[in-house]
Nanobody, 121 residues
Framework: QVQLVESGGGSVHPGESLRLSCVAS????????MGWYRETPGKQRELVAK???????KYADSVKGRFTISRDNAENTMDLQMTNLKPEDTAVYYC???????????????WGQGTHVTVSS
């Protein structure tokens, strides 16, 4: 029932842009723990951008100034605007959130299926 679906990935050239979108099957208005991660073969999944508890944003140093995270609580979406893409940005990007699950009485993390981003000349 709890689902996150990413979209917007694709293949682009260096310097181009992409906008990733994550749609949640639930209301995100009260959820603070949301962000984007990425993963490449042989490398651990890493944080790309996220929202801080106060609504401020945090970015990995490698993407700061190029990526912008945003959310639309009314639409239950979270986006990642990526500009000036570089080959090292090539990865599978995942939408992530976490919240208390009342059914299991545990804090659970939820991941989307991932969307592929390839940046090459």
């Amino acid at each position: 029932q709890v689902q996150l679906v990413e979209s917007g990935g694709g293949s682009v050239h260096p310097g181009e842009s992409l906008r990733l979108s994550c749609v949640a099957s639930f209301g995100i208005f009260y959820i603070n723990d949301m962000g984007w991660y990425r993963e490449t073969p042989g490398k651990q999944r890493e944080l790309v951008a996220k929202f801080a508890p106060d609504g401020a944003t945090k970015y990995a140093d490698s993407v700061k100034g190029r990526f912008t995270i945003s959310r639309d609580n009314a639409e239950n979406t979270m986006d990642l605007q990526m500009t000036n893409l570089k080959p090292e940005d090539t990865a599978v990007y995942y939408c992530n959130t976490g919240f208390w699950n009342t059914a299991s009485q545990t804090y659970r993390r939820y991941w989307g299926q991932g969307t592929h981003v390839t940046v090459s000349s």
